[in-house]
T-cell receptor
Framework: ETGVTQSPTHLIKTRGQQVTLRCSSQSGHNTVSWYQQALGQGPQFIFQYYREEENGRGNFPPRFSGLQFPNYSSELNVNALELDDSALYLC???????????FGQGTRLTVV | GQQVMQIPQYQHVQEGEDFTTYCNSSTTLSNIQWYKQRPGGHPVFLIQLVKSGEVKKQKRLTFQFGEAKKNSSLHITATQTTDVGTYFCAGLDAGGTSYGKLTFGQGTILTVHP
């Protein structure tokens, strides 16, 4: 296993609500990336954090936001949830943005 | 924006047959990574290719990176039931980005019949 842990593993929310997902990166890794994986699709890049700063963003609206803490753990926040936000949310840590990414087991979010 | 296309979408093989999945990027890549995701699991890193024309082997798996650094392939010799899963390629764009945004292909789902 990778040492990247995500919580919770499963979550059901109602449309319009807000959600916070958490990720603890692997020891020694200062870079955390978040991905959304819809059923049957490849992971889609949401954003990346490097040393507590957002370091790049994919094509996701501003209601997707994040934080990285001094211990390099991270949060993904999604406001005003929509049905299409239902997906597996993956956190990946690395020791830079250019090396192999170690993925957590993901959080399965269902929006009803 | 950068797009990564992967074919085939599905591949069903008999155990012992070979398997190949192909990956093409719309832009030149700085490197390409391959991941395997078992059903219900998360992507697990297999390998990273960096150099033009690079070929790497891991036991029965052979990975290639094209000369133009826009395409790649994964070949599995003599598949086993443990090879079942979805294989993703993921490219890092060589052009102008200052961070490591991985763009994933849509994956190839491999099923192996014993």
């Amino acid at each position: 296993e990778t040492g990247v842990t995500q919580s919770p593993t499963h979550l059901i929310k109602t449309r319009g609500q807000q959600v916070t997902l958490r990720c603890s990166s692997q020891s020694g890794h200062n870079t955390v990336s978040w991905y959304q994986q819809a059923l049957g699709q490849g992971p889609q890049f949401i954003f990346q954090y490097y040393r507590e700063e957002e370091n790049g963003r994919g094509n996701f609206p501003p209601r997707f936001s994040g934080l990285q803490f001094p211990n390099y753990s991270s949060e993904l926040n999604v406001n005003a949830l929509e049905l299409d936000d239902s997906a597996l949310y993956l956190c990946a840590s690395s020791d830079s943005g250019y090396t192999e990414a170690f993925f957590g087991q993901g959080t399965r979010l269902t929006v009803v | 924006g950068q797009q990564v296309m992967q074919i085939p979408q599905y591949q069903h093989v008999q155990e012992g047959e070979d398997f190949t999945t192909y990956c093409n990027s719309s832009t030149t890549l700085s490197n390409i990574q391959w991941y395997k995701q078992r059903p219900g699991g998360h992507p697990v890193f297999l390998i990273q290719l960096v150099k033009s024309g690079e070929v790497k082997k891991q036991k029965r798996l052979t990975f290639q990176f094209g000369e133009a650094k826009k395409n790649s392939s994964l070949h599995i010799t003599a598949t086993q039931t443990t090879d079942v899963g979805t294989y993703f390629c993921a490219g890092l764009d060589a052009g102008g980005t200052s961070y490591g945004k991985l763009t994933f292909g849509q994956g190839t789902i491999l099923t192996v019949h014993p």
